[in-house]
C-alpha cells in the first residue's frame, strides 16, 4: 500500500477513537465511531484475497448496523428526554438498545458470531488492531453510560466468558481461538463495569499488552494454526519458551500479570454479595485455560520430527525488531507485583 | 410517544428487521442500511426543527455526509465481492466458517 494512504488511514484510525473518547456528546462520539470504522475497512480489504474480502464484507455489514443502532437509541434518547449528553442519566429503554449496540460492536457474547471469523480473513497485524485498538472506543462508550439495566449486563458477561471458552475448545487456528479468548476476556470487563470501572479498565490495559505479544510471537512464527508452531523451537528457540508464560497469563495464572484483573474482579464481584456470578465466570476460566494448554504444549512442550537442515535457522540474523515485542511479553509476564501501583495510576 | 416519533422508529426498525432477517443479497443489506440511515436524517431534523434548535440543524447534514461515506464503502464492498466470489448472495460468503 502507499505510505501516505496508510498514514492517513492509520491517522484516521487514531483520530476516530480520540474523538469518541473527548466526546461529551452523542453525535460526535457516533462520528468518531464511523471515522474508525471507515478507516480500518481498506487495511482489512489491502490483500485482494477473497478471504480478506469477505471478512471485510461482515465486518462492515455489523459495525454499519450497530453505529446506526446506537445512533438511533440516542435520538430516540433525545426524544425522550432532549437530551443529548454523554454523560446525561439516559431513558432506561435507549440505555438497554444502547447496551445491546455497543456489545454487538465489541463482540459480546449473544451477539459475537462475527468475531471468529473476521478474525480469520485478515492478517496478523490487522488482526491485532481489530482485537485491541479498535475495542477501545465502544468499551469507553460502555463505561460512560454505565448504572443501565444490571441483569442485561450480567447476562452479558456470562454469556460471553461462557462463550469465550466453550467456542476456542475445539479450534486449530489460531486466529479464531484468539477471537474467542477476546470474546472471553471483554465478558470478564463487562461483568465489573456496573459495579467499579476502575477494574474494567485494569482488565483492559492487562488485556491489550497480553493480546499484542501473542499476535507479535504468531506473526514473528509467520503461523495461523496449531501445526506450524511445532516447528517454532528451530526459528526462535527462545520466544518458545517464553510464549507458554503469555499463552498462561492470558489464561490467568497466578505469578503472571494476567492473574491481576481475574484475581480484582473476583474479589469485587463476591464483596457486591454474587457468589454464583463469580463461581460461574471463575470456572469458565478454566475452558479458556484449556485451549491455552494446548497450544502452549504443542508449541513447547512437544519436539517436531524436523530434518538436519532446518534445525539451525534459529543462527540467521532477524530483520524486524524485536523492542516491542520484549516489551510487552515483559509486562505481560511480570506486572502481578506491581498492581496496587497499576491500580492507583488508573484511579479517578 | 408522539405519532412522529412512532412512525420514525417504526421505519428503523423495519430497516433493522431487513437487515437481519431478509439475508440473500448484499444490496438488499446496503439498502436496508441506507433505509435506516434515512430514517435517522428525518428523525435528527424533525428533532431540530420541533425544539426550535437552530444549532442543531446542521447535524442532520452531518450524519447524511457520514452516511454517504459508508453506503460508498459498501457500493466498493459491493463490487470487491463481486469480483473475488463472482456473485453477490450472501450465502456464498462461506469461506471463514469451519
Known amino acids: 500500500m502507499n505510505p501516505f494512504v496508510l498514514s492517513i488511514l492509520l491517522l484516521s484510525l487514531g483520530l476516530g477513537t480520540t474523538l469518541t473518547f473527548a466526546s461529551s456528546h452523542w453525535l460526535l462520539a457516533w462520528m468518531g465511531l464511523e471515522i474508525s470504522t471507515l478507516a480500518i475497512i481498506p487495511l482489512m480489504a489491502q490483500h485482494h484475497h477473497p478471504r480478506a474480502v469477505e471478512a471485510t464484507t461482515k465486518y462492515f455489514i455489523t459495525q454499519a448496523a450497530a453505529a446506526a443502532l446506537i445512533l438511533f437509541a440516542s435520538t430516540t434518547n433525545a426524544w425522550i428526554t432532549g437530551q443529548w449528553d454523554i454523560n446525561f442519566n439516559l431513558h432506561a429503554f435507549p440505555a438497554s438498545l444502547l447496551t445491546m449496540a455497543l456489545a454487538l460492536k465489541m463482540g459480546l457474547a449473544p451477539v459475537h458470531f462475527w468475531l471468529p471469523e473476521v478474525l480469520q480473513g485478515l492478517d496478523l497485524t490487522t488482526g491485532l488492531i481489530l482485537s485491541t485498538w479498535q475495542k477501545l472506543a465502544p468499551f469507553i462508550l460502555m463505561c460512560q453510560i454505565m448504572p443501565v439495566n444490571s441483569s442485561l449486563i450480567t447476562f452479558l458477561g456470562i454469556a460471553s466468558t461462557l462463550v469465550g471458552g466453550w467456542g476456542g475448545l475445539n479450534q486449530t487456528q489460531l486466529r479464531k481461538i484468539l477471537a474467542y479468548s477476546s470474546i472471553a476476556h471483554l465478558g470478564w470487563m463487562v461483568l465489573v463495569m456496573q459495579f467499579n470501572q476502575q477494574l474494567a479498565l485494569l482488565a483492559l490495559v492487562i488485556y491489550i499488552p497480553m493480546t499484542f505479544s501473542t499476535f507479535m510471537i504468531f506473526k514473528t512464527n509467520s503461523s495461523t494454526t496449531m501445526n506450524t508452531l511445532a516447528a517454532s523451537w528451530a526459528k526462535t528457540p527462545a520466544l518458545t519458551a517464553i510464549t507458554p508464560l503469555v499463552l498462561l497469563s492470558l489464561g490467568g495464572l497466578p505469578p503472571l500479570s494476567g492473574f491481576m484483573p481475574k484475581w480484582m474482579i473476583l474479589q469485587e464481584l463476591t464483596k457486591q454479595d454474587i457468589p454464583l456470578t463469580a463461581s460461574v465466570a471463575a470456572l469458565s476460566a478454566l475452558f479458556s485455560l484449556y485451549f491455552y494448554l494446548r497450544i502452549s504444549y504443542a508449541m513447547t512442550l512437544t519436539i517436531s520430527p524436523n530434518n538436519l537442515n532446518a534445525t539451525t535457522p534459529w543462527r540467521l540474523q532477524t530483520t524486524s525488531s524485536t523492542l516491542p515485542l520484549a516489551i510487552s511479553t515483559t509486562i505481560s509476564a511480570m506486572l502481578l507485583p506491581l498492581a496496587p501501583a497499576t491500580l492507583a495510576l488508573l484511579s479517578p | ?98
Open chain 2, 1 to 98: 410517544m408522539t405519532p412522529t416519533h412512532f412512525t420514525i422508529s417504526s421505519a428503523f426498525l423495519l430497516g433493522l428487521m431487513g437487515l437481519a432477517f431478509h439475508r440473500t443479497h448484499l444490496l438488499s443489506a446496503l439498502l436496508c442500511l441506507e433505509a435506516m440511515m434515512l430514517a435517522l436524517f428525518i428523525a435528527l431534523s424533525l428533532w431540530s426543527l420541533q425544539l426550535d434548535a437552530t444549532g442543531y440543524s446542521t447535524a442532520p447534514m452531518l450524519m447524511l455526509a457520514f452516511s454517504a461515506c459508508e453506503a460508498s464503502a459498501g457500493l466498493a464492498l459491493l463490487v470487491a465481492t463481486a469480483r473475488t466470489h463472482g456473485t453477490d448472495h450472501l450465502q456464498n460468503l462461506n469461506l471463514l466458517q469451519c
